[in-house]
């Protein structure tokens, strides 16, 4: 290998920080997008195939708390970054109690996803209980339903 | 050629800049459907509203003492005054000019600290006005809500005390100096000769006083503090005396605003007064150390030109107001442009 | 014999002077918290959050103090570059720490930019370096309105309905950071005899410190104190004055940048046109509160000041609303202190620096007179 002039080589360093920085951004872009999953306990039928609600299933995305759905109910939940875990807990036709975990990651660029339960405990493809889901409408301004704080520095004008 | 380029060169770029900017505008001004006459007729009653707080820049300048960021004390005078004469009851022309002689005595006292002040701070003296400004803006904040204020023109009507963010002075002096003699051509313009009469008036007893000994030792002072000592001349007393004038400009300047504008503005009302003003007299060509009256009433004219056309002109061209930035972009650059500048020490 | 001799008083008066901003902060709080009838509690409460929301913007003042340009009104500039981030990842959807990550790394080359031409232009105004930064601020501001009033949306992508004016461009007013709200002081926040203290943005700021302390002891840092020392002496040691000057301005806004998005992450929403202009007095204030000068500041003073500071701040509206009956009066009695302690101190600033130097003529003319009376 070549010596490097202490120049040349606080060039290559410098360069090699921003390349890293750069790197992290992305990183930090992937890891940090949020997503809403929507949780969706709807009987489905797909390509002859009926894949049967339950009356009652138990669902949690990571570590979050877990959302109770009857039949015909649809939650949500937001979570950050694209990998993630999913547990269904249901009871079967002999009134036997299952857990399942799932890892699945949502595509690059999609704001929401629709999960279908009854698909996925039924086995169905995960083209088939994932699939990409566009709100109907123009999404309207979220309302935030926490209070706004602000600081209380705002007395003073800021423009003339 | 040469003395061509000496000429733009004595006018300065960015001044040429802001004259072509403010032409193109007139220009542009009929092709999209603004009336030239009324924009004209704006221009004329915003410069006289606005000049005697841009004269007040001048004394402050001479002396060496820097821009007078600290325009806001002034002010703070001139709404005592103001206030103090609606307060007694009087009304109509008479208001004004007991409004004027109510507010002499505060503007010399608080020109007098605010003098003191500054000699005990030379090099450092446009921070410090700055913040002498403010402090007495938000000073006077709380004063406004405690002084026993009575008149029910001025005061809360709920509480019956503390004054209004806002009064009138419409059965006071509102436009007793814009009526005077007032010249009324076609619908659109009209021309305010008593507020410019005014305005002229003030100029010249700065401009005379200038010439006066006790003014060119002014000049003195600001231009060469170490000659100006040798002489004999007490620099100390010479800067606040300026400090006193530029101060009492401000109150005056106040006054004749809210006598064309129509309200008293308090409380925050004064706060970022003196940067307009400011960027004003250095458009009009002055440094920090070099103001003239000829600067005051070009540097006024320019920006309240660009003041008053750009929004009509930028609204009809492109559907939307950037007026607001332009002006931030154009009143800050200018100050900009002068604090970076090498100081001239002499001239 | 370097020591004046001076009288008890007028040592006991230097020392008063030295230390009088806090003395006199002491004493209004002393006074307005029993008026304001808050609980000590609730006090302390507010007091830790306000050291975990500040104090990072007020150590971004400290490198320029330390290369002798005073007091950066110009750390509104970064607090624009930590705006600008803070838009972009909202609306790109990214939030949490990583959000707050992707923030800062946006920021850093807007704000070393602006710094990079903040330091240019006070080079060529030296000796009024805080009035020209201060106007800077303004300036600089009014090319943020372009931007983010009239750019974003139209020039520059921004998608989310949320974030755009209902006219097709320009940002709302405020920007709700709700992905963002306390993600950093919820990490690891215990509670301490019913406190809730964020350790973990506590952990930021103790590493800033120590980044601040290690700063010093560098080869910049101790070139940026010769600087700030003397110029021309700095200049004749062979020192970069110039490019020194441009370099501490730069960290500044770099780090006023990131103490911004820190600000921002605890408060919850983003004033588009408001936050990044009162930040920097409200931390200028605090600063100088806390005792530091316009040439001399360190960490304590920082600590001290945001405590004494917003003591005053949380106090005086109920102080005064029990004291006068007005709670108006009591929010423009801490606007009138903010800006009042900052004219004081600039005032003593300018006052001492000319009192030392005839303090160092009265040391000569000592030693003068000593060295006769040996002989």
Sequence with gaps: ?160 | MIRVRQLIKSFGWPRIIIALFLLSLFIIAPMVGVKVSSSLSDTIARFGMNGIMVLAMVPMVHSGCGLNFGLPLGIIAGLLGGTLSIQFGFLGGSSFIMAVLLTTPFAVLFGFGYGKLLNKVKGGEMMIATYVGFSSVAFMCMMWLLLPYTSPTMVWGYTGSGLRTTISTEGFYLHVLNDFLKVQIGENFSFPTGMMLFFALMAFIVWAFLHTKTGTAMTAVGSNPVFARASGINIDRTRTLSVIMSTWLGAIGILVYQQSFGFIQLYMGPFYMALPAVSAILIGGASVNKATITNVVVGTFLFQGILTMTPSVMNSLIHTDMSEVIRIVVSNGMILYALTRKSEATR | MNVLKETRGEKFFRVLEKNAVPILFLAICAIGIPFSGYSLNYLGQEVITRISRNSFLIIALLVPIMAGMGLNFGMTLGAMAGQIGLIFITDWGIGGIPGMVLAMILSTPISAFLGWMCGKILNMAKGREMVTSYIIGFFINGLYQLIVLYGMGAVIPIKSPALILPRGYGIRNTVNLISLRKSLDNIWAIKVFGLSVPVMTLIVIALLCVFIVWFRKTKLGQDMRAVGQDMEVARAAGIKVEHTRIVSIVISTILAGYGMILYLQNIGTLNTYNSHMQIGMFSIAALLVGGATVNRAGIGNVFLGVTLFHLMFIVSPMAGKNLIGQAQLGEYFRVFVSYGVITIALVLYEVRKRRDKARVGRLLAQDQTDVKEVK
Aim: glycine letters at 4%; zero cysteines.
């Design chain 1, 1 to 160: 290998m070549a010596r490097l002039s202490p120049s040349h080589r606080r060039h290559l360093f410098q360069l090699a920080a921003i390349v890293l920085i750069l790197l992290l951004g992305v990183l930090m872009f992937f890891i940090g997008r949020q997503h809403t999953i929507l949780l969706d306990n709807k009987t489905l039928e797909f390509e002859g195939k009926s894949y049967q609600a339950f009356s009652i299933v138990e669902v949690a995305v990571d570590r979050q708390e877990r959302l109770e759905l009857a039949a015909r109910d649809r939650d949500k939940a937001d979570v950050l970054g694209q990998r993630h875990v999913l547990s269904v807990w249901y009871t079967d036709k002999a009134f036997q109690e299952h857990e399942l975990k799932v890892k699945f990651s949502v595509p690059v660029g999609q704001d929401m996803v629709l999960v279908s339960l009854p698909a996925l405990v039924g086995g169905a493809p995960e083209s088939v209980w994932l699939q990409p889901y566009f709100p109907p409408t123009a999404v309207a301004p979220p309302v935030s339903e926490e209070p706004v704080v602000v600081d209380d520095l705002g007395v003073i004008p800021v423009s003339f």
